[in-house]
């Protein structure tokens, strides 16, 4: 993969290349932030850089026989670790042509996609300690093309207390031209002698107007282009789902309209009946809702205050919120953005989705009559 494929990103491109060019490569890097800030794809295009034989100035050549071995995921010298459901495989190992195919198919993904990818009962996956001896074993071995040994650790914080206890000492103390790439969505689960032993390399969300321009090049017009982007919170898988299934977010629309109203009414037993419907989707599902009326939620204070300036919303969004966004102002906003966050942090955490969306339903029905 060459940093040309990946979308913006700018800086820690530039930081990467001369890292390489300054010939002091940390051997533990912590690439960290959302799957969606593209850290798999810029981890790849580093060590499709670092195994380049034929460097160019801001990028891999592309051709040469190296980075076709890395492109293709074949270099022998580039050892993969990712999550896998135990009853699976217990390893990585059985599963790289899978991990292969994700890549090629969809280089930009996350747990969610990969998990589906692997199993279709979708069961919580994680890095074991049979992996980590995997590992160790891996990095025992002599370089196959007599340089860099690189071993890229995917959703590192998923590898459980053993196993990331038996990496510690190779972290830091590697074998000779041993580079450990850790990829990590979030940082704070890692185990604090873990980070210790690792250069942190924070890769930002994207902006807005890079994720219009990914989704225009798709072919979408520039006005649901810049709904997308404004929801997507500078995720590209986000901004991916959202323009994936234009179905889904026609639910999700019909879905906020209906609470507001029914909640405006003070209408229980179609509350009751709404949070029927939203239990039914899938708890990504939940969240994405969640997610989808937080954007609504803050379209509406931006279309209150700066006359539809700064609004980003497709035309049935603001054909809504021309009557609705009175109803969100300086007295219920901060209440609004909380319930929601609130109810995505425990939908994530496996809360029980129609008792917290009964709950959620009587809270703003209280919020939207404080306008």
């Known amino acids: 993969m060459q940093f040309q494929t990946i979308p913006g990103q700018t800086e820690i491109k530039s930081h990467l290349i001369e890292e390489v060019k300054g010939g002091k490569i940390s051997h533990a890097q912590l690439f960290a932030g959302k799957s969606g800030h593209a850290t798999l794809p810029l981890a790849l295009a580093f060590v499709q850089y670092i195994f380049c034989e034929d460097k160019q100035e801001n990028d891999s050549c592309g051709s040469c026989a190296s980075c076709k071995k890395v492109?293709?995921?074949?270099?022998?010298?580039?050892?993969?670790?990712?999550?896998?459901?135990?009853?699976i495989s217990k390893t990585t190992n059985p599963l790289?042509?899978?991990?292969?195919?994700?890549?090629?198919?969809?280089?930009i993904f996350d747990l969610y996609h990969w998990t589906k990818r692997m199993d279709d009962k979708e069961r919580k996956p994680i890095i074991g300690t049979e992996e980590?001896?995997?590992i160790v074993k891996k990095l025992s071995l002599k370089s196959y093309e007599g340089g860099y040994k690189v071993m890229l650790i995917w959703m590192a914080e998923e590898m459980n207390a053993t196993c990331a206890n038996k990496l510690l000492k190779i972290?830091?103390?590697?074998?000779?031209?041993?580079?450990?790439l850790l990829v990590t969505d979030n940082p704070d689960k890692l185990l604090t002698t873990i980070l210790s032993r690792t250069q942190i390399l924070r890769i930002p969300s994207y902006?807005?107007?890079?994720?219009?321009?990914?989704?225009?090049?798709?072919g979408v017009g520039r006005q649901l282009a810049e709904s997308i982007a404004a929801r997507s919170n500078g995720n590209l898988i986000d901004a991916q789902q959202i323009m994936g299934d234009q179905s889904e977010a026609n639910l999700f629309r019909e879905l906020f309209i209906q609470l507001m109203r029914v909640c405006f009414k003070k209408d229980v037993n179609a509350m009751l009946d709404w949070t029927d419907q939203v239990s039914t989707l899938s708890r990504e599902g939940q969240k994405q809702f969640v997610q989808y009326a937080l954007h609504m939620v803050?379209?509406?204070m931006l279309k209150n205050y700066t006359q539809d300036m700064l609004t980003r919303v497709s035309q049935e969004e603001a054909a809504f919120l021309a009557n609705f966004a009175r109803f969100i102002s300086n007295n219920n906003i901060i209440d609004f953005m909380e319930i929601f966050n609130d109810a995505h942090y425990h939908i994530d955490r496996n809360a029980f989705g129609k008792l917290l969306f009964t709950q959620l339903c009587f809270q703003v029905m209280r919020f939207i009559h404080r306008a």
């Open 71 to 87: 492109n293709d995921l074949q270099h022998p010298d580039l050892h993969f670790s990712f999550p896998t459901v135990q009853t």
């Open 96 to 107: 790289l042509s899978l991990w292969r195919t994700q890549i090629q198919e969809q280089p």
């Open 132 to 134: 980590s001896l995997e």
């Open 171 to 180: 972290l830091e103390e590697p074998p000779a031209k041993t580079l450990f």
């Open 207 to 218: 902006p807005m107007d890079t994720i219009q321009q990914v989704v225009e090049r798709s």
């Open 298 to 300: 803050r379209q509406s």
